[in-house]
């Protein structure tokens, strides 16, 4: 028998009581679930509406799973009541992306055509949010081959940033960032090798958090060999509307899986840093200088976290710049072995991106060499060892998600100059993956009618030491989703 809901009400937020099932927290859809307070079924048909009522506006959600996420929720509404043991997120809606394999459903990439490859089974990362107790309510956009910070593509169509529809939600999970801030779902899976988890987050307003390589298992199509670097700097991780959920979510992700060779069971707290913790305060690497923005809202940043306890220091790391030109000889190296396939069956705006983005490349390298890649990974390591001696010191580093606020729609294709303008202002999304460290993107505030954020980077498998700060950070923000589209 459920318990009387009455009993339960004063565990839920005031604000959240008479506010629809939509809006609310995974953590708070979760409890509300399996105690009674309402059911799984009533929270999915909540998300399910407002798929209907905002999904039409941004076009996030490219495949809308109604039929089969209510056959779910009826199950778990049935688990609760025979008093199964269930797990933290329980009959909780959730998105998945649609470039990694969804049992039943297609895994496009955004391709044209691959809407006929159908996933014969989950992808990790699926399968651990599926077992976490979660309902998959759908499938999200991102852009051709999943390779731009945009998210539009020949076969789904464009994504659309709630806040502005000029600007780009975030690629290439700008359809998971714009589903959780418009308030379809409260979290959406994702995945980054150059900044697609937290660039997304970003642009959106939500947070998003880039596990160390290793932290959640993650595969491709079962049978195919994955690229050293995607091996290397590829991550699974969540996108939520608060800290506390994405807490939930990364470990929902992180059960072991035999499917990643790389997969590190790793316990997601350690101990406790002895305080008070110094966080190095990066600002520019000689890329690109942040705008006056960003600076305000890193300058907010540290003085939240100083008045937590934290000391917050100034610092130089110049590693960041060797990292950032890295990311296009090793990335891009490992590319060029699948270009005529993406020349082929990507859309126009996938290879200009491309194309642009190479030109770029060789100002920084000069023509590819194998030499000139075996040096790269030589100095990859050294880089590494280097950030792991500074984070001794600074357990955190505190510095810019993207030197400006979300870029405008195509941008990045306009001219090689304004797609080298847009990587330069990347440096701190591309830089990390190199690194493979965990890191954080949490909203801040709102300027212009777009959200502002900052990143926080930490020492391997310490994500809950981000967790930390940015929990001292969204506290003093005065970001609120859901939001409705601003159009």
């Known amino acids: 028998?459920?318990?009387?809901?009455?009993?339960?009400?004063?565990?839920?937020?005031?604000?959240?009581?008479?506010?629809?099932?939509?809006?609310?927290?995974?953590?708070?859809?979760?409890?509300?679930?399996?105690?009674?307070?309402?059911?799984?079924?009533?929270?999915?048909?909540?998300?399910?509406?407002?798929?209907?009522?905002?999904?039409?506006?941004?076009?996030?959600?490219?495949?809308?799973?109604?039929?089969?996420?209510?056959?779910?929720?009826?199950?778990?509404?049935?688990?609760?009541?025979?008093?199964e043991k269930i797990g933290p997120l329980h009959g909780v809606?959730?998105?998945?992306?649609?470039?990694?394999?969804?049992?039943?459903?297609?895994?496009?990439?955004?391709?044209?055509?691959?809407?006929?490859?159908?996933?014969?089974?989950?992808?990790?990362p699926i399968a651990?949010?599926?077992?976490?107790?979660?309902?998959?309510?759908?499938?999200?956009?991102?852009?051709?081959?999943?390779?731009?910070?945009?998210?539009?593509?020949?076969?789904?169509?464009?994504?659309?940033?709630?806040?502005d529809s000029t600007r780009t939600p975030g690629g290439s999970s700008g359809g998971s960032s714009s589903a959780v801030a418009s308030g379809m779902v409260p979290i959406a899976h994702g995945n980054d090798i150059a900044g697609s988890i937290r660039y997304p987050a970003y642009a959106c307003g939500v947070t998003g958090i880039r596990p160390t390589v290793g932290r959640v298992p993650g595969s491709g199509p079962i049978n195919v060999d994955s690229s050293l670097a995607v091996q290397m700097m590829g991550v699974q991780g969540p996108l939520a509307r608060n800290?506390?959920?994405?807490?939930?979510?990364?470990?929902?992700?992180?059960?072991?899986?035999?499917?990643?060779?790389?997969?590190?069971?790793v316990p997601l707290i350690g101990e406790p840093l002895k305080g008070p913790v110094r966080v190095g305060l990066l600002r520019d690497v000689g890329v690109a200088k942040p705008d006056p923005l960003v600076n305000q809202e890193?300058?907010?940043?540290?003085?939240?976290?100083?008045?937590a306890g934290y000391i917050v220091e100034e610092v130089e790391l110049p590693l960041f710049y060797e990292a950032y030109k890295l990311w296009f000889l090793i990335l891009l190296e490992d590319l060029r072995g699948i270009l005529p396939m993406i020349g082929e069956f990507g859309d126009k705006a996938a290879n200009v991106n491309l194309e642009y983005v190479y030109k770029v490349s060789e100002e920084l390298w000069g023509k590819p060499s194998l030499e000139k890649y075996k040096q790269g990974y030589a100095r990859r390591g050294t880089l590494i060892a280097q950030l792991q001696q500074?984070?001794?010191?600074?357990?955190?580093?505190?510095?810019?998600?993207?030197?400006?606020?979300?870029?405008?729609?195509?941008?990045?294709?306009?001219?090689?100059?304004a797609s080298k303008r847009l990587l330069n202002a990347q440096w701190p999304m591309v830089s990390v993956p190199?690194?493979?460290?965990?890191?954080?993107?949490?909203?801040?505030?709102v300027t212009s009618g777009l959200p502002n954020g900052v990143q926080l980077l930490g020492r391997r498998f310490r994500e809950d030491t981000l967790f930390d700060a940015a929990e001292i950070i969204e506290a003093r923000s005065n970001m609120t989703t859901p939001i409705d589209p601003k159009f």
């Open 298 to 307: 890193l300058d907010a940043a540290a003085s939240y976290l100083k008045d």
């Open 243 to 265: 800290v506390k959920d994405l807490r939930i979510a990364l470990e929902a992700m992180s059960a072991p899986d035999t499917r990643d060779p790389i997969y590190a069971q």
């Open 93 to 124: 809606p959730i998105v998945s992306k649609i470039n990694t394999d969804h049992a039943g459903h297609a895994t496009t990439d955004g391709v044209v055509a691959y809407k006929g490859y159908i996933a014969s089974q989950d992808s990790p």
């Open 1 to 83: 028998m459920y318990p009387k809901k009455e009993e339960k009400l004063n565990t839920i937020p005031a604000k959240n009581r008479q506010d629809a099932l939509w809006s609310w927290s995974a953590s708070d859809m979760a409890y509300g679930i399996r105690t009674g307070l309402f059911s799984s079924r009533e929270t999915v048909k909540s998300c399910l509406e407002r798929i209907n009522q905002v999904n039409p506006k941004i076009n996030a959600i490219v495949e809308v799973l109604a039929d089969e996420a209510l056959r779910e929720a009826d199950a778990a509404d049935q688990a609760v009541l025979r008093g």
């Open 390 to 417: 500074f984070l001794e010191e600074y357990p955190l580093i505190l510095f810019p998600s993207s030197t400006e606020q979300a870029f405008l729609q195509d941008e990045d294709i306009e001219s090689v100059s």
């Open 434 to 445: 190199v690194l493979g460290f965990p890191a954080i993107s949490v909203p801040t505030s």
């Open 128 to 163: 651990n949010l599926r077992k976490a107790g979660g309902i998959f309510v759908g499938r999200t956009n991102v852009p051709s081959f999943s390779l731009r910070w945009f998210s539009n593509n020949d076969l789904h169509g464009c994504t659309l940033n709630p806040w």
